[in-house]
């Protein structure tokens, strides 16, 4: 991997560049520049030191063999591809609105956090991570997460342990969660006892922590709870999902099972400019 990532700096003017000390872009290692005259415009082509865990030591992207595409650094799940904290392979909390994620070792933690913390100093207040539940498969149990795909607002980590495998995609403002596997079987363990309100071929519906989920297999295998834990063959299809309810009601549990398996492969944003009105599609 190489050691820098190449970015696109605009400057506004040659006099903005020109009243910058020298101290200010010390840090800035300067490449072959290209210089267009775009209404008194100067565009350069820079380098920028690659990002540091906490003692300041430069981190490599932590990615599958087969991802090829840009690298992000900023990004509300970029802390899977940059270990800030040494020795931590399962990236930070990931708040998706409405839901916030945690890769594990065996798996995926869900939660939504719906009520707010006032912090200590009064100043703001936050929505902490709540862990209703983990998802995973039988035999997973990885020593790192890596990421495999992303776009706009979605990223798919991949976990990997012996010949075992998983993948969940995860975004913003997506209720669902889908998942790969080359596993026989989902498994799903909660935070405490699951009040199972509703139960179909293939779907699973419980409350924990106040909160609704269903829990959805392909070919209408059953879901099976014990005590704390739910599990359901995969029937060799290799996919399942997990979703966020607004209600604990078993019309609204079947209107998602429908859905279950629309997997959301791709989001794109892009605008374009029309006589100084930004529009977005």
């Known amino acids: 991997m190489p050691n820098h990532i190449r970015s696109i700096l605009p400057l506004l003017s040659l006099a903005l560049l020109a009243g910058c000390g020298s101290g200010d872009i010390d840090h800035i290692k300067s490449t072959s520049a290209t210089l267009s005259s775009v209404e008194n415009s100067v565009v350069r082509a820079r380098e920028v030191e690659s990002p540091s865990d906490f003692n300041g030591e430069e ?6 063999p087969d ?15 940059w270990p800030f904290y040494p020795g931590n392979n399962f990236g930070e909390n990931l708040y998706a609105q409405p839901m916030v994620f945690k890769a594990q070792p065996e798996g995926l ?22 862990n209703d539940m983990r998802v995973g498969v039988s035999g997973l149990s990885a ?32 209720l669902f969660s889908y998942f790969r596997t080359n596993s026989t079987q989902a498994r799903a363990t909660f ?38 834990q739910a599990t359901a063959s995969l029937g060799g299809h290799g996919y399942f999902s997990v979703a966020l309810l607004p209600s604990a009601e078993q019309s609204v549990l079947e209107e ?14 892009s605008w374009e400019l029309d006589g100084g009105v930004l529009k977005t599609r």
Request: negative net charge; proline residues 8%.
């Open 59 to 64: 981190v490599t992207p932590r990615v599958t």
């Open 67 to 81: 991802f090829h595409k840009p690298i992000p650094t900023n990004d509300w799940w970029t802390s899977l591809l």
């Open 109 to 130: 933690a869900i939660g939504y956090p719906n009520e707010a913390t006032v912090t200590p100093d009064d100043v703001h207040y936050t929505y902490h991570f709540r």
């Open 143 to 174: 020593t790192e997460v890596r990421v495999e795909d992303y776009s706009d607002w979605t990223v798919t980590p991949r976990w990997k342990s012996g010949s075992t495998w998983m993948s969940a995609t995860i975004g913003h403002g997506l």
């Open 191 to 228: 935070a405490g006892p699951p009040v199972v309100f509703a139960q179909t071929p293939g779907a699973l519906g419980v409350v924990v922590n106040g909160q609704a989920y269903g829990l959805f297999a392909p070919g209408n295998e059953n879901w099976s709870v014990q005590g704390e």
């Open 256 to 269: 998602f099972r429908q859905r279950a398996f629309s997997f959301v492969t791709d989001t794109q944003v």
